[in-house]
């Protein structure tokens, strides 16, 4: 059993948990993702691992609820369990593994929307404890819904907040903001990485293809079981076919084909999208 040793309610249906699981705390990195289950009848969730503490051996998980089995989880409080918490799982972000010298000497752009800051945040935080420092854009529809703002502004280079209602920050998309970013205010960035909703992503993609900026994605958003098994998390990216819970989730975003995949998510929400999808295949 995996105890909970924090549970905080961060924004309307968004929950953070600090949960004990000392080997996949000392052994995750930033982009990789974790399998919990509260219990035998629970469904397996898969979640982007938000921070972590090899010395606590406690990691951080952020989950939205999207449907029955994020509600029960709503529900837990410090000192409960999960069953299973398996990880770390999934392929670590690519700078990870660059050479460090090279590394910063690299402009990097973050663009996290809505629950995406949960993921975006552990990597912008290994960044600035190697010495590289990374501008971040986190939107969301209000000021209320915006995610880990003190933890983000702690390890950015620069903090660029966007809300969808004006409320706080930059008053639009993060799209507006990145044009107003490069375009107007001559930034240069070598790489961007873009955490979010699908359509999100797909449309920062769509404009850093424009920019000619290469784009990072993660496809976290179409996992189901997160095991390679189910098929849900299939997708093209350019003419290969991936699984993002094997193969990714980061993948490049130029390449993604996102109205595809846009697609399955919303198949794998119903039964009979799922029945329908296993027929094609
Ligand atoms: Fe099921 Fe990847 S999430 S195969």
């Known amino acids: 059993m995996y105890k909970i040793v924090k549970a905080e309610k961060l924004a309307d249906m968004i929950y953070l948990m600090d949960?004990?699981?000392?080997?996949?705390?000392r052994h995750c990195q930033p982009g990789q993702f974790v399998i919990v289950k509260i219990d035998e009848i629970g469904e397996r969730v898969p979640l982007t691992i938000c921070d972590y503490d090899r010395e606590a051996g406690t990691v951080t998980i952020v989950f939205q609820i999207v449907g029955?089995?994020?509600?029960?989880m709503s529900r837990l409080q410090e000192g409960d369990s999960f069953k299973d918490f398996v990880g770390p799982l999934g392929v670590a972000s690519?700078?990870?593994?660059?050479?460090l010298e090279e590394l910063k000497k690299k402009k990097i752009l973050f663009v996290a929307?809505?629950?995406?800051?949960a993921p975006v945040y552990p990597q912008v935080k290994w960044l600035h404890e190697h010495g590289?420092?990374?501008d971040v854009i986190v939107g969301s529809k209000t000021k209320d819904m915006l995610l880990l703002e003190d933890e983000m502004k702690a390890v950015a280079g620069n903090y660029y907040p966007c809300t969808d209602d004006g409320s706080y920050g930059h008053s639009g998309m993060v799209t507006t903001k990145i044009e107003q970013l490069v375009s107007e205010e001559g930034k240069k960035y070598d790489v961007c990485v873009a955490i979010g909703p699908m359509i999100m992503m797909k449309f920062v993609c769509l404009l850093t293809k424009k920019l000619d900026l290469p784009t990072v994605v993660s496809m976290n958003p179409i996992m189901v079981d997160g095991t390679g098994m189910c098929g849900a998390c299939r997708l093209h990216v350019?003419?290969?076919i991936k699984f993002a819970c094997v193969d990714g989730?980061?993948?490049d975003g130029h390449l993604v084909n996102f109205d595809e995949s846009m697609e399955r998510q919303t198949l794998y929400k119903t039964a009979e999208g799922r029945a329908w999808l296993k027929e094609k295949e």
Do not use: H, L, Q
């Not at 949960?19 to 705390?25: C, F, H, L, T, Y």
């Not at 690519?94 to 050479?99: A, H």
């Open 19 to 25: 949960v004990k699981a000392e080997r996949v705390a």
């Open 68 to 72: 029955a089995s994020t509600e029960r």
């Open 94 to 99: 690519e700078f990870v593994t660059e050479d």
């Open 113 to 117: 929307g809505g629950v995406g800051a």
């Open 132 to 134: 590289v420092e990374a």
């Open 238 to 240: 350019g003419d290969e």
């Open 249 to 251: 989730p980061e993948f």
